[in-house]
């Protein structure tokens, strides 16, 4: 079967620095995407991993090892405005959809 | 203005009732998308579509349906509409080459009495 596994909920202090875990078990791989989703809003793209190692844009970054079926998000210098639900979501397969996890609520408290 | 945009924006109905749901974007994109959201369950698939004769169901079609008008418009109906269908629904577009990621619409807010 397919099956994504992030953490359901996370705390943060405002200015530290937080990694949201995924695992995840597909048939094929195509690359993993992480969103970010604020309540009530949609989901926007925040980064795309498809070869193994760390990609960087900003104050986040994502890591992707393939062999382990493992990827994170890092977040630094946390801001209330990162807030939020980081959805994890694996492409998989030739029809390009995507499997997404549950999802991961982080709370920045000051 | 926006890319992917979704009319209406929040609907309340009644059992029973036909409902369709309005998705049109400006990013030229071939492919297009709708999800439901539910707290608990995350994303999950209804429908998709490559291009205006290639439509696809996803995990959860039942007791819905869609219609892909033009390139730039994807519609999704509920027939008969069940309080189990309420959700957040979200329209998603992507391009047609490689594995990109999705630009999602705003969602609407579908509450079934």
Redesign the interface.
Known sequence: GQNIDQPTEMTATEGAIVQINCTYQTSGF??L?WYQQHA??????LS?N?LDGLEEKGRFSSFLSRSKGYSYLLLKELQMKDSASY?CAV?AGN????I????TSLAVNP | DADVTQTPRNRITKTGKRIMLECSQTKGHDRMYWYRQDPGLGLRLIYYSFDVKDINKGEISDGYSVSRQAQAKFSLSLESAIPNQTALYFCATAQGVGYNEQFFGPGTRLTVL
């Open positions: 195509n690359g995407f009530g809003e949609a989901p926007t793209f795309y498809v959805l492409c029809n390009r959809k995507l997404w996890g549950l999802g």
